[in-house]
């Protein structure tokens, strides 16, 4: 199993365009979300899914879009790039029950100019 | 609004000495604790979880104390060594589902 992967890994942005931070994982996974970690904030949620055609906002959805075709595949986009959203951003799956361990990605270290 | 908070902010320990990094909750429904552990250039892991019906859990050098009067939960590593230099987040999970809320993280540093 490959887990979970992320791509791209970096990318650099310029204010104002839009992408796509993919996400997949081979776990056959229900639960699916994307954080963003910034220095001294921690992990905070930006959005989640539990199963394929559902998504629900997290704590900081603003500037972000997700969707959940199927699932294995979780992509976030980015609809237009603002400085704000210069951070290392994880996607993460579990099993959908409360106490089940999420995995993470490696990460996408994003930065907007 | 930050529902868990963690502290310190940053740690540094000497080889074989102890490390103790502490979280405060808020939310009494939260009923799930887990620690997770991130090197530089990954992803974070699990490295233990506790639930509030139990006051502590050891796995190896990691121990979870729990204080549920006190709504208070900390990571204690005993004979902490440089492979342990990462950063710790605390978390807490409530009844209703599978969100997670993190602590603002501790970056440890354990000197040779």
């Known amino acids: 199993n490959a887990g979970v992967t992320q791509t791209p890994k970096f990318q650099v942005l310029k204010t104002g365009q839009s992408m796509t931070l993919q996400c997949a994982q081979d776990?056959?996974?229900?639960?699916m979300s994307w954080y963003r970690q910034d220095p001294g904030m921690g992990l905070r949620l930006i959005h989640y899914s539990v199963g394929a055609g559902i998504t629900d906002q997290g704590e900081v959805p603003n500037g972000y879009n997700v969707s959940r075709s199927t699932t294995e595949d979780f992509p976030l986009r980015l609809l237009s790039a603002a400085p704000s959203q210069t951070s290392v951003y994880f996607c993460?799956?579990?099993?959908?029950?409360?106490?089940?361990?999420?995995?993470f990605g490696p990460g996408t270290r994003l930065t907007v100019l | 609004q930050q529902q868990v908070k963690q502290s310190p902010q940053s740690l540094i320990v000497q080889k074989g000495g102890i490390s103790i990094i502490n979280c405060a909750y808020e939310n009494t429904a939260f009923d799930y604790f887990p620690w997770y552990q991130q090197f530089p250039g990954k992803g974070p892991a699990l490295l233990i979880a506790?639930?509030?019906?139990?006051s502590e859990k050891k796995e190896g050098r990691f121990t979870i104390s729990f204080n549920k009067s006190a709504k208070q939960f900390s990571l204690h590593i005993m004979d902490s060594q440089p492979g342990d230099s990462a950063t710790y987040f605390c978390?807490?999970?409530?009844?209703?589902?599978?969100?997670?809320?993190f602590g603002e993280g501790t970056q440890l540093t354990v000197n040779p």
């Open positions: 993460a799956s579990s099993y959908l029950l409360a106490r089940d361990t999420q995995y």
């Open positions: 978390a807490a999970r409530g009844t209703s589902g599978s969100r997670l809320t």
């Open positions: 776990m056959n996974h229900e639960y």
């Open positions: 506790i639930r509030p019906d139990v």
